[in-house]
């Protein structure tokens, strides 16, 4: 069964603090590799989106990794906000997107 | 652009009873999908749509429906409502199912079946 899985289920970070965030799936075949923000009680937003050539990602202060030999993919967080609390999620594609399959999310605090 | 709205924001259902969650987007998106997200789990597809008239069932389906009549709205009916069905639920779009298509996300829609 596909799955993603992600780690670690919460992370708690002071403000200004860099952090990583991790994301493996077992998804096959494989197109797209997509990170989401979701602020509690909100419906995700879409960070970034990679396709299974692309190496890294930016958008702002997040940098999303893909490595797809070892179905691995890192979400850096750098220089992090208050706002940044929320929980991450990845999801992989493997054609199109009635075919997504969702990570469970890391729930990320940032505290002042 | 309000993007995609969903109405209402919170439900209270007693068992057997029957609801329809709205789904409304103004973007002209093909792409339209329900999505359940419950505790400890990634969010399930139920139900979408690649276009008007026209619809297909997802991972969770059952217990649930969906119609496609125009492009903008897609409402999900819970026809009689269980415990098991007390979740929160969101609608997504996009431009056309492709792989490469961001999908946008409404605010969802907070649901308790006693």
């Known amino acids: 069964k596909n799955q993603v899985e992600q780690s670690p289920q919460s992370l708690i970070i002071l403000e200004g603090k860099n952090c990583t965030l991790q994301c493996n799936y077992t998804v096959s075949p494989f197109s797209n590799l997509r990170w989401y923000k979701q602020d509690t009680g909100r419906g995700p937003v879409s960070l970034t989106i990679m396709t299974f050539s692309e190496n890294t990602k930016s958008n702002g202060r997040y940098t999303a990794t893909l490595d797809a030999d070892t179905k691995q993919s890192s979400l850096h967080i750098t220089a992090s906000q208050l706002s940044d609390s929320a929980s991450y999620i990845c999801?992989?594609?493997?054609?199109?997107?009635?075919?997504?399959?969702f990570g469970t999310g890391t729930r990320l605090t940032i505290i002042p | 652009n309000a993007g995609v709205t969903q109405t209402p924001k919170f439900q209270v259902l007693k068992t057997g009873q029957s609801m329809t969650l709205q789904c409304a987007q103004d973007m002209n998106h093909e792409y339209m999908s329900w999505y359940r997200q419950d505790p400890g789990m990634g969010l399930r597809l139920i139900h979408y749509s690649v276009g008007a008239g026209i619809t297909d069932q997802g991972e969770v389906p059952n217990g649930y429906n969906v119609s496609r009549s125009t492009t903008e709205d897609f409402p999900l009916r819970l026809l009689s409502a269980a415990p098991s069905q007390t979740s929160v639920y969101f609608c997504?779009?996009?431009?056309?199912?492709?792989?490469?298509?961001?999908?946008?996300f409404g605010p969802g829609t907070r649901l308790t079946v006693l």
């Open positions: 999801v992989v594609s493997p054609f199109s997107n009635e075919k997504l399959t």
């Open positions: 997504a779009s996009s431009p056309t199912s492709g792989f490469y298509n961001e999908q946008f």
